[in-house]
């Protein structure tokens, strides 16, 4: 079906909640909509089979797509759980099922009047409840309320509960769902400590990004048992912590880098949670790393909602930050800037010139010249260039460390950024000369190459300036400063530049675009996916996509796939249990961020009833990729027992593929067990 037909068929449903990208309505009767989108629903029902229950229609706009949702209870609350989805797209034939009947925070409905037909008589109490509701100030903050958790806590923050459907204040007394203030001391934090025999996770990103140095001092401020600063101590390092359960006498020193690990996330005071944050901060001489849980995370244990959080059994405190909400309370707290690392994690920088230099090395690719250069194989200059030739071998160690100089940079070297710039003014002739002959000797492709990436570096960089507070124009790194002057002339010409990327970012048909001019991972007509460590090999506009999602998700080198939905305004960060070494590795992890609405959606797959496997890996990593040997080894078994990768889609879950293996008499390696008795083929 052509997409603007079915726009136009869209846009004629007299009735529903009008989004960008699609249409809800509710489950319709034939004399409730068009003909044709009766039509389109009754094949798309008999094709998709979704939960016969369905009760909810969301109808794409941005593709030629519906979706069915379960809402079971949408009667009864007034505001409905998803239970179920299942989405085709009613050109390729792809469906797609979702199950939130296992998940503790799932999406919830609001404003039911809008999905309603205009002659159903329970629009006037559904209005009602959300005029309440709008004036209670509970629709503030559009990004905080579409999961169930983030609604209840919500609501108990500001003291209403329901009856029925009328919006009431919530009693003084305890329920059985929560429990009263007189109930706090019962509260253990001390039990959430648990012993570790590896580094944490927020210390391992201080040692990978280069945060915390040899020479560093470090101070673990809440470090439960002590099991960072011991592995930290083991390995050279100044390493000290305090902890009020464990170490309530070991001395609060000030150090260059200062961890505050899962700290905040079970303190339940929120006044305590700022004091905790602001002790940190002021022993920290350089740097301060804060991690938390994220939304997402929680699991059964956490089932009793307290204060804007939950209880366990044990009677320890966790609290889940929604994407945004853990930089928002360092800025307000610190005004500080605080660069998201990850999801519930963040760095703050004393000194602003230390956050500025984090950034720009965030937008700046890191590029293996010496490969390129033996992959282009440049060959020797011809005979008339004899002399300059001489004269480079001459003093060849020189002029081979300005070479790697000029490659990194994109640019000839300011003061100050080689250090015998002097001798190779003296020696070459000249800078200018200086330049020509290293250039001459290892080919002008090379140069070429390095100064359109660091041109779109600082394209980037610039970019995404736009998102940050606390930048300032005087604060732009000095290197940057020479970057821009070199490639641009002035900081205005630069940032126009920059400015015209960030509006293109935003349209569809120019991501599209960008999308169809890569020629690595793996697309569709919706979405391009790649493995993370191609990231860097996108073009800026669409380096600039991902990075203004990763604004709010944090660093794309931390997801195992990136996939850019190319239509909808979305990008999706995946996270596998070992995507290198397992052939067939499990979706642990799916964070969507919607950058019209920077709603983040972080979806658990660890604990579902249906495993998602990974099928034909070799699809998104590079050509040159050192496992792609071995992937394209199993791609080709999974060929042979009639698995296609052009329409394999998520592919059967585990169990369904394990059982398949098994009637088949193939073990994991995809050999036979035995000899197989006649052909098998599973299409």
Not at 363 to 388: C, G, M
Not at 565 to 586: A, I, M, R
Not at 625 to 650: Q, V
Request: include cysteine; hydrophobic fraction near 40%.
């Amino acid at each position: 079906m052509n997409l603007e037909m079915h726009q136009l068929n869209v846009a004629s449903i007299s009735y529903g909640k009008r989004l960008p990208g699609a249409t809800y309505i509710l489950r319709p009767r034939e004399q409730d909509v068009p003909p044709e989108i009766w039509r389109m629903i009754r094949r798309a029902e008999l094709a998709a089979q979704p939960n016969t229950s369905w009760n909810l229609l969301k109808v794409h706009t941005d593709q030629v797509a519906v979706t069915f949702l379960t809402y079971p209870e949408f009667d009864s609350e007034p505001h409905p759980a998803l239970a179920e989805a299942t989405k085709i797209n009613l050109n390729t034939g792809s469906v797609t099922r979702t199950d939130y009947r296992q998940r503790s925070n799932p999406p919830i409905l609001h404003r039911k009047e809008t999905f309603l037909p205009l002659t159903d008589p329970r629009i006037d109490g559904y209005a009602a409840l959300t005029k309440r509701e709008e004036e209670a100030g509970l629709y503030r903050d559009p990004s905080r309320i579409g999961l169930r958790v983030h609604w209840l806590a919500l609501l108990k923050r500001v003291g209403l509960a329901y009856n029925d459907h009328t919006l009431v204040s919530m009693r003084e007394e305890c329920t059985n769902a929560t429990l009263g203030n007189h109930e706090l001391a019962d509260v253990a934090r001390h039990r959430t400590a648990i012993k570790r025999y590896d580094l944490s996770k927020p210390v391992k990103q201080l040692l990978e990004r280069g945060l915390l140095r040899q020479t560093d001092t470090f101070f673990d401020y809440g470090c439960g048992h002590g099991m960072d600063v011991e592995a930290l101590q083991n390995l050279g390092y100044r390493a000290t912590g305090w902890d009020p359960a464990f170490r309530p006498n070991a001395p609060k020193n000030s150090a260059a880098v200062v961890n505050l690990g899962y700290v905040l996330n079970v303190i339940e005071e929120q006044a305590e949670r700022i004091a905790a944050l602001r002790g940190a901060y002021a022993l920290a001489e350089r740097t301060l790393i804060v991690s938390t849980l994220g939304t997402g995370q929680e699991t059964d244990a956490h089932s009793r909602p307290y204060r804007d959080g939950f209880l366990t059994k044990a009677n320890t405190f966790q609290k889940f930050y929604a994407p945004g909400e853990l930089e928002s309370l360092i800025e307000q707290t610190l005004d500080a800037e605080a660069s998201t690392l990850g999801l519930g994690m963040c760095v703050v920088f004393k000194n602003p010139e230390d956050a500025e230099l984090f950034e720009a090395s965030r937008s700046r690719r890191r590029i293996d010249w010496s490969d390129i250069s033996t992959q282009l194989r440049f060959s020797i200059p011809v005979a008339r260039e004899r002399r300059n030739v001489d004269r480079y071998d001459l003093h060849k160690e020189l002029f081979v460390g300005f070479w790697q100089t000029l490659l990194d940079l994109g640019r000839t070297p300011e003061a100050g950024e080689f250090d015998r710039l002097s001798e190779v003014k003296k020696i070459g002739g000249g800078i200018n000369r200086a330049v020509a002959l290293v250039v001459s000797r290892h080919g002008e492709p090379l140069w070429q190459m390095a100064r359109k990436a660091r041109t779109e570096d600082v394209l980037v960089y610039l970019a995404m300036t736009k998102f940050r507070k606390h930048f300032r124009r005087r604060e732009i790194p000095l290197r940057i400063k020479n970057d821009i002057r070199s490639f641009f002339g002035d900081l205005a010409t630069a940032q126009a530049k920059a400015r015209e990327l960030l509006f293109a970012a935003g349209d569809p048909g120019e991501i599209e675009l960008a999308c169809e001019s890569v020629s690595f991972g793996w697309q569709d007509d919706d979405a391009l996916m790649i493995h993370r460590s191609l990231f860097a090999e996108l073009p800026p506009l669409l380096r600039i996509y991902v990075q203004c999602a990763a604004h709010r998700y944090g660093d794309p080198a931390q997801a195992d796939l990136i996939k850019i939905h190319k239509h909808s305004g979305k990008v999706t960060f995946q996270h596998y249990d070992d995507f290198d070494g397992k052939p067939l590795p499990e979706l642990q992890t799916r964070i969507k961020v919607n950058l019209r609405t920077l709603f983040v959606e972080v979806f658990d797959h660890s604990k579902g009833p249906k495993v998602q496997l990974l099928y034909f890996k070799e699809r998104f990593v590079a050509n040159d990729h050192p496992h792609r040997p071995a992937m394209e080894k199993f791609g080709a078994k999974l060929r042979k027992l009639g698995f296609d990768e052009a329409t394999i889609g998520f592919g059967p879950d585990k169990h369904t593929f394990l059982s398949v293996l098994a009637a088949a008499q193939y073990n994991l390696n995809l050999n036979p067990k035995r000899k197989p008795t006649s052909s098998a083929s599973f299409k």
